[in-house]
């Protein structure tokens, strides 16, 4: 009985016969048997929803149903939710409300909210909470779905409209036409529909299913492996271990390359790969995995930073004997003279704080696919990466392959935050599975597996000390950070550094000293995550100017206004900041949060807090070594003049680049945005970029962008010059048409010109790059990490409610005032401050991931690690203040980092105000509050904090 | 996260599926909304080799009220049962506990019979049960037994069903007259989180008094754990604050917590003290007509 049963489906008004065995859940069935891939997979437990769909007009996971179960229900699937050509009226709400960023989870919100709205057309805020309480998006775009589902009969009445919208919280005048109004982001029609496939949607011809196999010891020497009885398995075609890989060591800082694909001889953690096999499907590849046997030696294990750098520690890289005492990075800096600082002080905090293991958790698993070409040694990888050009260097190199003939696709990502960075174990074994089997492989990481290879935030164990006059200004801060690394470096080398870099960019800091250790610990290996390095330490700091603030009896704007950073400023570490308007962000948050009224007036329970934070707009070196620009463009001009297609190799991952790049082009260019085309992002097509990380799209390739506009304007106004008898200094180029400017009536259409110049001459094609300027930083070491061509400054004041008697914090309110010079698209804009809000209040309170003694992980899915839902989400009032970036196009910088940091200490600072209690420890849990509600009550502390310090 | 192999059986009656389930022996698994189910089989912390789905067996399906009480399905999913008018017209604090309970797709998929069966600690629907002194009835390949509900659950995903047994019904009582009903619980984020601590509370009214009271710990105890010396405080005495204080105390000292992930046995147990306030108060409050 446990053979293929007949099954008749009914998924979206179609009956659809099938032959499925009795363990395939309905997940997998609408997606490997009957190809509708718009239905997601992101956790396959019920904990996420990206995988819901209606059953009989209810909303389910269809992760937990099986098939066979389902038997004579009606399923509708995303496919089935528009009729026809015509998007059905929740579709086009979240399209004109700008309620998707990744996309991943989309369909299944739209699933849901299809299904309340069938009972209730017109449900309440809770009535919505508690209907999408079961979808999570990682984006944090809850506040823009909740404004779709509140308003989708309104967007009905109205036909899809692409076309420009003002936007009524525009602060900015510019005399722009495309960039600063929030046009449709040009990947919402396909993410609506299901249609956008991601890398674990696609389906080629004879594709085989990879898995890797992970130790299950901390620490280890494998001492045997058998393969055998996996490679028996019927439908098994390919295992491969540590033998069959490369010797090469790679990694992502070229200084500390010590990551092998599959492991050699020793595994450091738990989770790391020792083995791989490629099987007909996913099944027979997993249930292959558990006929392999290895044998270890165990070995005593590490997972401690602080344990780990004794000298009796265990190390966990003995083979590199640099790494001594399990420091895989040192910084030590000091700039002015902290001591003569602490001297000059009036009052002086020294606090110890201690930050968490929170994780990137995308929505969409990492999966890659490799094929081998027919035609000689070419190989073609899709993967969802935010950095395919690394990708394409990285696998160059270890498979000693030229980086030509490597051809990298990156299909839309569902979510990176930096998770999706470095080149993985799933490219490279897809590559050699490939190769072996002659067939191409498709790897993606379970949801467990994710959390084992990790690559999230750095656990910071943080000691600093912040010396300030009596009227709040600074005069030495000193901090010492325990970085817990993992066991292998990813990024961290960066990470330790700009843990200490990033701290100087924000307040005028005139003696400045950082010792920044990054040890290896016998756990998953820490990485890049949203604000790399920067949120525990501004957590830190930020803290420590209330503290300070408190003590002389200073408001806590006040403080900030009074050492705030001004623009056109080298800090003591060598950055150069251009624009600021930061002490605006500070202004306008005192002025429009409420802030005087409330502060110190608030009931008791209720608090309000103050946090501030930036980010670098692009890292100003990169990764390894090259002298090749940072962002590189292509623009070419349809023959009919009427479309462009734009070539350009960034990593849409939600956060917008993918509508913001067309908009910059089309400015330029002076046409609208919807005659911009975007090509897909793949290396065949498109020059190397660096891709999406430190923040860097909008001014980076945004810059080159616009250069490569630039350049066929350049072309068509000199025909059209000629054609009006003109200068072509004097044409202006705009909305489709190219005129005199000083008398517009005097014109042509710009196809026209287009069409006369392609007539001429052929293809018009303008190319564009952008490389940072040069010498950016010091000469220090470490001194290139916090360069960056520009920054970003923001404020964010916090509200929240403490209930005194369990601890629980729930996070009322934000006012946000970001300084990101002009804002290309406001709705992209405001949906990145709005989820960096929402990630940074899950990592306050809630995220942490856990492991036990033997490093086993505790909570490696989303049901033991939680991040924040749809019924956590606080009010957002975000806002942006006017200012321009000399280096930025069109006066831009980043919005989707700097968002973040200021999150953590505005939470603390609130529950201080809200009961008193310190938080010095992340995450900020209801129990840890009422253990410091109990103390201060011990000591004989009022319910609140005002007036008292703990 | 691939399920092993197994049968899948979908019987059209109760007696075909206990018999079907006697014949198949220890591998089997009942399934009903599989919420929990098959993420243990997906995990490897259960396995079966059968499994028999009770979709289609009419006797489990529908919520009755009748003149004994209210007859809920074991098949009832959750949301059907927090929908159900005669629900709010009889026990109005069951539906509002199960709204508390995971998201849509958990309560549209998950059966009650389901959330009892699967026997989890931090069940959210048996602890009111309890304190409403449920029945429950059980149908196996021997016939038929009725049991109080408080003598179902053995431990942590253990119960006294037999191999072949299901769970039928819960037979809810009606509720006397001044009587209230609370479920007060503590999870970690606002929504799709698991309770850390639970207190469900009945109270009725005897005049100015306390007639009777039953209080019941979730998530706190390996089973639904019926707080009798707390209980015992309340009998008979006036409602007010200083009682419930003591009464909270008292519960706090029987709960049988762990330490996990979520927290301390510390912490446990004074949350159950605040929501065993919680529980009372709302309770006595609704025992008076009042609206809360």
Known sequence: MSGRILVSLKVNGREHDLAVKPNTTLLHAIRDELGLTGTKCGCESGDCGACTVLLDGRAVNSCLILAVDAAGAEITTIEGLASGAELHPLQKAFIKYGALQCGYCTPGQLMAARALLERNPNPSREEIHAALSGNLCRCGTYPRIEQAIQNWRSAADQALDARPRPDDEQDQQRDLQVVGHGVTRYDAPDKVTGRARYTGDIRLPDMLHGKILGSRVAHGIIRRIDTARARELPGVLAVITGRDVPDTWYGVSPARYDEQILAKERVRYVGDEVAAVAAVDEETAERALQLIEVEYEELPAVFDPEEAMQPDAPLVHPEHPRFARNVNTKVEWHFGDVARGFAEADCIREQRFVGNRSYQAPLEPHAAIARWEHHGGRLTVWSSAQTPHYMQHMLARVFELPMGSIRMIRPPVGGGFGAKCETTPLEFCAVILARMTGRPVMMKYSRQEMFYHFRGRHKQYIDMKVGVKKDGTLTAVQSRILLDGGAYTSFGVITAYYAGSMLPTLYKIPNYKYDGYRIYTNLPASGAMRGHGVPQPRFAMESLLDMLAEDLGLDPIEIRLRNAMEPNTRTINDLDVSSCEFKATLERARRESGWTEKRGRLAPGKGIGVGCGGFVSGAGYPIYRSDFPHSNAVIRVHEDGLAVSLFIATAEIGQGCDTVLPQIAAEELGIPYERVWLAECDSVLAPIDLGSYASRVTLMAGNAVKMAAAEVKSQLLKIAARQLGCDPHGLTARDGRIFIAEHPQLGMGWDEVARLAFSRSGPVVGTGYYQPPPGLGGTYKGATVGTSPAYSFATSVCEVAVDLQTGYVTVERFHDFSDAGTVINPVTFHGQVEGGIIMGLGETLLEDVRHDRRGVLLNPDLHGYLIPTICDTPAIHSRAVDSYEPHGPFGAKEIGEGCLPPILGAIANAIYDACGVRATELPITAESILRGLKARRERGGGPTGRGSTT | ?292
Do not use: W
């Open chain 2, 1 to 292: 996260m691939e399920i092993a192999d197994l049968s899948y059986h979908r019987p059209a009656t109760l007696a075909e599926a206990c018999r079907l389930a006697g014949r198949l022996g220890a591998g089997v698994r009942f399934l009903a909304g599989g919420t929990e189910l098959l993420v243990d089989l997906k995990s490897k912390r259960d396995a079966a080799e059968h499994l028999v789905s009770l979709r289609d067996v009419p006797e489990l399906r529908g919520i009755r009220d009748e003149d004994d009480g209210l007859h809920i399905g074991a098949m009832a999913s959750l949301a059907e049962v927090a929908e159900s008018s005669a629900v709010a017209r009889r026990f109005p604090a069951l539906g509002e506990a199960i709204l508390t309970m995971g998201g849509a797709q958990i309560r549209n998929q998950a059966t009650i019979g389901g959330n009892f069966c699967r026997a989890v600690s931090c069940a959210d629907t048996p602890p009111l049960c309890l304190a409403a002194g449920a029945r429950l009835r059980l149908a196996g390949g021997e016939g038929e037994r009725i049991l109080p509900a408080e003598e179902f659950f053995v431990g942590p995903r253990l119960t006294v069903l037999q191999p072949g047994e299901v769970l039928v019904e819960i037979h809810l009582p009606p509720l006397p007259a001044a009587t209230g009903a609370s479920y007060q619980r503590f999870s970690l984020r606002g929504g799709m989180a698991v309770a850390v601590a639970a207190v469900a509370a009945l109270i009725r009214l005897d005049g100015e008094r306390i007639g009777a009271a039953r209080v019941v710990l979730g998530a706190v105890a390996p089973v639904p754990l019926i707080a009798r010396a707390c209980t015992g405080i309340l009998a008979d005495e006036p409602p007010a604050a200083g009682l419930f204080a003591r009464a909270g105390r008292a519960a706090a000292a029987e709960a049988q917590p762990i330490t996990d992930i979520r927290g301390s046995e510390a912490y446990r147990r004074e949350l159950v003290e605040i929501l065993t306030v919680r529980a009372l108060e709302t309770a006595t409050a609704r025992a008076r007509g009042e609206r809360t």
